[in-house]
């Protein structure tokens, strides 16, 4: 299955820019569905940026951020061709994680 | 000091022993240290308002700087997906929070900065109406705060 998670990574001399879209739900818990019904809360509650090992970036999300994500950051280092790896994990415990090469 | 302290800090003050311990450790963590041991702060995401999810965060309030720039549309049109976007000149950043203050639950989302990262963030949110947005940022154990009014045409928690 393709992943849900797409990052570009650029690398711009001294800093690397981070830009993640993903795709979820993001069901806040509040909205209704067409008969009515509550639809239940789903949405991603951590997202985690690693480079060599090392964690630069870590985001804690609740349901008010919009569906299918959009995050942008950027960091010190990392060079063209390094790996980035990204995942996330919601509040049913779902999970997923992909890596991106650092262009 | 970073975010995850705040939900420990809340159990100490309930007498939560073992958990409290932990707290007290994580209290002598390096900044990138704590970040990746970093609990999810549940608690903060509950709370209704920005004042009690601030406190529940972090544990303190914050104060107005204009070193703190939040970059956010005067109207949104739809509420579902505002772009909000924070940028910051102050140094030594350990995190930056987003509250909308009229939603459900206030906090939106919270980010860890580990030392090396940039201290600015976009990202999207959602804005259930017209209601200041306020952004925290986290720089040497302070909080400081930007704030700017969105209006909002549609909701983005309706249905």
């Not at chain 2, 999810?53 to 720039?69: F, I, N, Q, R």
């Not at chain 2, 963030?121 to 040497?140: Q, Y």
Request: hydrophobic share 40%; glycine share 8%; net charge neutral.
């Amino acid at each position: 299955m393709a992943s849900t998670i797409r990052v570009r990574a650029t690398n711009t001399g001294d800093t690397t820019e981070v830009q993640a879209l993903i795709q979820h739900p993001m069901d806040s818990g509040f909205i209704k569905d067409a008969k009515g019904e509550t639809i239940p809360a789903h949405f991603i509650q951590q997202l985690t940026f690693e480079h060599n090992g090392k964690t630069v970036f870590l985001a804690d999300w609740g349901p008010a951020v919009s569906k299918d994500p959009y995050v942008k950051f950027a960091f010190k280092g990392g060079a063209k061709g390094d790996e980035l790896k990204i995942s996330w994990v919601d509040n049913k415990g779902a999970s997923d994680s992909t890596t991106a090469k650092i262009a | 000091m970073s975010t995850c302290q705040s939900p420990t800090r809340r159990l100490i003050l309930q007498g939560a022993g073992a958990v409290a311990l932990f707290g007290l450790g994580t209290l002598s963590f390096t900044p990138a240290l704590a970040a990746a041991n970093d609990k999810y702060p549940e608690d903060a995401f509950k709370q209704k308002s920005d004042a009690d999810a601030l406190k529940a965060l972090y544990g303190k309030t914050a104060e107005a700087s204009d070193k703190v720039k939040l970059d956010a549309p005067e109207i949104a049109e739809n509420g579902a997906v505002v772009p909000i976007a924070v940028t910051t000149t102050l140094a030594d950043v350990s995190s930056i929070s987003f509250f909308v203050s009229e939603n459900p639950n206030a906090l939106a989302a919270s980010y860890i900065i580990p030392a090396g990262t940039v201290p600015a963030v976009a990202n999207r949110l959602k804005m259930a109406k017209t209601c200041n947005v306020i952004a925290i940022v986290e720089s040497g154990g302070k909080l400081y705060s930007a704030t700017k009014e969105v209006k909002v045409t549609v909701g983005g928690c309706g249905g």
